[in-house]
């Protein structure tokens, strides 16, 4: 979508967004300070959770041990320059808890089904498999506008 769009409907092009894009960017911060940014395949629920697979040994999921406060970007690198518009997301972050499995799972899953990819189980998802799921949970959502400034959301 084009960031002139964002001004009159800023919600419509941050659901567009995810819709259209299957990776954000992660930005984690470590304990001692040191940034770092992760691409993750992820999956949206109302622009509110979003939820990622990811090794707990990955630096980004270290971090998050560490600092729960993260960002993501979601945008569409195909754009032109001045085209495109992103979405920004300012969230706490963490490992999906055993009781918050269920839920978190069939966040992933309905996209990972409308997206055409294999469906994962907890069994994948939980010790001794190599994987977890993560997600964030948004607190302030922006999409940039046509002068390049971000626009809330929420």
Not at 16 to 32: E, G, Q, R
Not at 34 to 41: D, F, G, H, L
Not at 65 to 72: E, V
Not at 126 to 136: D, V
């Amino acid at each position: 979508m084009k960031p002139e769009s964002a001004a009159a409907d800023p919600l419509g092009v941050a659901r567009a967004l995810v819709t259209a894009n299957s990776y954000a960017t992660l930005a984690t911060v470590s304990a001692d300070g040191v940034p770092w940014a992760s691409p993750v395949w992820m999956a949206s629920r109302d622009l509110v959770e979003f939820v990622w697979a990811s090794k707990p040994g990955a630096r980004h999921s270290r971090n998050l041990a560490d600092t729960r406060r993260m960002s993501l970007v979601i945008f569409d690198s195909s754009a032109a320059p001045g085209e495109g518009s992103a979405l920004y997301v300012e969230a706490e972050g963490e490992l999906v808890s055993d009781e918050g499995l269920r839920d978190a799972l069939a966040i992933y899953n309905s996209v990972s089904l409308a997206r055409g990819l294999t469906l994962w189980t907890a069994a994948q998802l939980t010790a001794p498999a190599r994987h977890r799921l993560y997600r964030a949970v948004a607190r302030e959502v922006f999409v940039l506008d046509d002068h390049d400034e971000r626009i809330r959301v929420r």
